[in-house]
Each structure stands twice: as structure tokens, then as C-alpha cells.
């Protein structure tokens, strides 16, 4: 692609823009700082991947990926509106535990690669896993979180009648597992079709065969699917400290 291309694609936003204008559509000033935001990502975004690709070491590589694990744990924390920002810790324990063990399987055996930490596949692949889990999980904990806190009396219940600890939070836990999934379930329905499949139609464009895309796109689904639930759960559990004292009682909504 060529740089007038690039500036001929660019100029198709006024399209949009034209039409919120002439129909004043009050969502325009947020339409044009949500623009300016992407653009300021993407620069920002790119020069740091830039670099990152050029030096294609070790550490480098997993210094990006600590980055990008403290990234997605902060938005994640953020977006589920927990008020004690110390959650960040369990949700970073279980992003890195997820994101490392799977990546790994996946670069080493399901790619082949000789080396899972080469920059060019490294990179991308845990990419999509980190930023692929913060939407879902942040919905999954708000939901467990908020069923502790308002619905403590079944916690209780269920531990009064006999329920050991774990016995009694396998339902909270269900339930968020149970709103982590549903997004997944809607996207793997519609894998073909939307805007969804990225990695299918971006693959088809760089002249890859259209079997090979399809499958490299349902992998990359699966994948993203397993470490969301697996860190969604690893951080379940490593929080624990922050929800029961050690006397397994409830310390939400004190």
C-alpha cells in the first residue's frame, strides 16, 4: 500500500463525519475524540511495536509483554469498576499465568515455531491474548464481585447449612464464568461473517490459501477463548484475600 493509498483510505472517514454533521447527531465531538484518541494509540502503539520488532531480543520481548500484561490488568480493573485498585494484583497473576502457559503451547506446538520468542510471532500472538480478555473479563468480575456483595445472604446460607468455602462461592464463580462466556459464544456463531473474523479477511488479503485462513482464524478464537476463562479463574482465585478473611467472611461492602 502505498502512502497516497493510505491518505485516499484515510480521507473516507469525512464520509461519516458528513453525514453526523448534516443530520446533527449530537454523537459527533465523540466520534471525532474517539478518532483522535485511535490515532494517538495507533502512533503510539506502533512506534513501541516498531521497536520492538527491530531488536527482536529476549528481553526486550518480555519486558513488552509485562507491559502489556500491567496494560490489561489496569483496563480491566477499570472497566469491572472495582473500587480497591489492589485488585490489579490477582488480575496480573492471572493474566501472565494464562497468557505465558497457553502462548507458549501455542506458539511451540500448535505453530511449530523453534523459537516461540521470536518478535515476529511472539509479539502479535500474545498481543490478541491479553487485549482479546479485557472486555469479557471485566464484565465476568464485575459480575461475580457484585454477586458477593448483594447477594452475601446465599453465601451465608449455603456455609450454614454445610457448604465448605468452596462449596459455597462455585456459584458466584459459575455465574461469572457463565457472563465470560456468552461473548465468546456469540463470536464463534457468527466466526464468518461481521467484523469479527479479522485475522480470516487480513490473511485472504496477504494472498494466504483461504483453508489455511480459516483455520488459523478459529485457532486464534479458541486460544483467546481458553486464556480468558483461565485467567478469569486463576484471578478468582488468587483474590481470594481481598473478598474473605481468614475466617472465610465476607469483607464486601464494609
Not at 110 to 115: A, D, I, P, S
Not at 227 to 250: G, N, Q
Request: proline share 2%.
Amino acid at each position: 500500500m502505498t502512502i497516497f493509498g493510505t491518505l485516499l483510505g484515510l480521507a473516507l472517514i469525512v464520509l461519516p463525519l458528513y453525514i453526523l454533521y448534516a443530520f446533527q447527531v449530537k454523537t459527533l465531538r465523540k466520534v471525532l475524540a474517539g478518532a483522535g484518541k485511535m490515532a494517538a494509540y495507533l502512533v503510539l502503539t506502533g512506534l513501541c511495536l516498531y521497536f520492538v520488532m527491530e531488536w527482536n531480543s529476549l528481553f526486550v520481548n518480555l519486558l513488552w509483554l509485562l507491559l502489556m500484561v500491567f496494560v490489561t490488568s489496569g483496563m480491566t480493573v477499570r472497566r469491572s469498576r472495582l473500587a480497591d485498585w489492589h485488585y490489579i494484583v490477582p488480575v496480573s497473576v492471572g493474566v501472565i499465568v494464562s497468557v505465558s502457559i497457553i502462548g507458549l503451547y501455542f506458539l511451540f506446538f500448535v505453530m511449530g515455531l523453534q523459537n516461540p520468542f521470536d518478535a515476529r510471532y511472539f509479539v502479535p500472538v500474545l498481543g490478541m491474548m491479553t487485549g482479546g480478555m479485557i472486555e469479557t473479563n471485566a464484565k465476568a468480575l464485575s459480575a461475580y464481585y457484585t454477586g458477593l456483595e448483594y447477594h452475601n445472604q446465599l453465601y451465608y446460607y449455603l456455609v450454614g447449612n454445610g457448604a465448605t468455602h468452596d462449596e459455597a462461592v462455585k456459584h458466584f464463580f459459575r455465574r461469572a464464568l457463565e457472563r465470560a462466556t456468552l461473548p465468546w459464544i456469540h463470536q464463534m456463531g457468527y466466526m464468518v461473517v461481521g467484523v469479527s473474523p479479522v485475522i480470516l479477511w487480513v490473511m485472504v488479503l496477504t494472498g494466504i490459501g483461504v483453508l489455511e485462513a480459516l483455520a488459523y482464524q478459529m485457532l486464534i478464537v479458541i486460544l483467546m477463548f481458553a486464556t480468558s476463562l483461565s485467567s478469569l479463574l486463576i484471578t478468582l482465585y488468587a483474590a481470594r484475600r481481598y473478598s474473605f478473611d481468614e475466617y472465610d467472611k465476607l469483607k464486601l461492602g464494609k
